[in-house]
């Protein structure tokens, strides 16, 4: 299979541009700056809309029910399973998910819990495994857990911050995987780095391709916002400068 794109959006607007560089799927998320957050309900309906049929690309959407890590206490996760069993049926093709331990391991036993709402939900959901594997002591040991639950996908930056800097791990982690499930490589993936990061034999590239509009103002809106706030959006002469790096 060629080199897939997967594209991290957080509306209608970013599910556009990722249908017209041809990306195979989108991640919908909210809040990017955080790491991301499950959308809105109306936000999902809207990016199917966008998405469209045939050609257009799939909608996979993050379940995060905070920001801050990704160890869960009950409620978190009964809040996570129900908005997996939610966004499935609304039409989401996939879902894109994780937890750790308090030790920092993966939480097996919660992964296989969001894991049976997917399916539950659609038979033929396709789960993908987030950056939480490179927040874990191993990564290769991540990458076991999630063949163990039949995970599609694993999205990860090598268990660096960015994934240029984790070439060697993307390298070991696609040959450990021996297309039993799909290596997808992200964080901080550029039009100055998509070729090298590819190289790594990776089966596909997650980026943002975003700028921040700015807003006017200095009235500060939450303890982690920036005075005068402002947002970001998908910006479509990045996505197609990165489409252009890896020769797509």
């Known amino acids: 299979m060629p080199l897939a794109l997967e594209v991290a959006v957080q509306d209608a607007a970013g599910v556009r541009i990722a249908r017209e560089i041809g990306a195979r799927r989108v991640e919908l998320t909210q809040a990017l700056a955080l790491g991301g957050l499950t959308p809105s309900p109306a936000t999902l309906e809207l990016a199917v809309e ?16 905070r920001a801050g890590g990704f160890h869960y206490d009950a409620d978190e996760i009964a809040t996570a399973v129900r908005d997996v069993k939610w966004m499935l049926a609304h039409g989401a093709a996939g879902v894109v998910i994780g937890a750790q331990t308090a030790g920092g ?16 939900a659609r038979a033929d959901a396709q789960v ?7 927040a874990t002591p191993d990564p290769r040991a991540g990458l076991d857990v999630a063949l163990a639950l039949g995970f599609t996908r694993v999205l990860t930056s090598g268990g660096a911050s960015a994934a240029r800097d984790g070439l060697g791990v993307l390298r070991a982690l696609v040959s450990a995987a021996e297309g ?3 290596v997808m490589a992200g964080s ?4 100055a780095n998509a070729a090298e990061i590819a190289a790594t034999g990776v089966d596909a590239l997650h980026f943002s391709a975003k700028r921040t509009v700015a807003a006017a103002g200095s009235v500060r809106m939450g303890s982690a916002a920036d005075d005068g706030g402002g947002h970001e959006v998908t910006d479509l002469a990045e996505a197609l400068a990165v489409r252009a790096a890896v020769g797509l």
């Open 128 to 134: 993908t495994l987030h950056r939480a594997i490179d």
């Open 50 to 65: 966008a998405a469209g049929t045939g050609a257009g690309p799939e909608v996979h959407v993050l379940v995060r029910p």
């Open 188 to 191: 901080g993936v550029t039009a």
């Open 180 to 182: 039993r499930i799909e």
């Open 105 to 120: 391991e993966l939480d097996a036993d919660a992964l296989a819990r969001l894991r049976d709402a997917a399916r539950e």
